[in-house]
């Protein structure tokens, strides 16, 4: 397993400050767009939720 993207976090303006990922050690940390696209983190931005709808779907 690798690390995996969960959820983006954008601006009041749309434009995504971060992305929320999960490591193999299942540790959770943001990391910038760039950094996310730059290293291949899959799923695509594009696909990600935003927290919002990523917190809506999460069991609890």
């Known amino acids: 397993m690798a690390t995996r993207g969960l959820y983006v976090q954008r601006l009041s303006t749309g434009e995504i400050h971060s992305v929320q990922v999960r490591d193999d050690a299942g540790m959770e940390r943001p990391v910038d767009p760039d950094v996310y696209n ?5 799923p695509s931005i ?15």
């Open 46 to 60: 594009a696909s990600l939720p935003n927290l919002e709808d990523y917190d809506q779907k999460r069991p609890v």
């Open 38 to 42: 730059d290293r291949g983190y899959e």
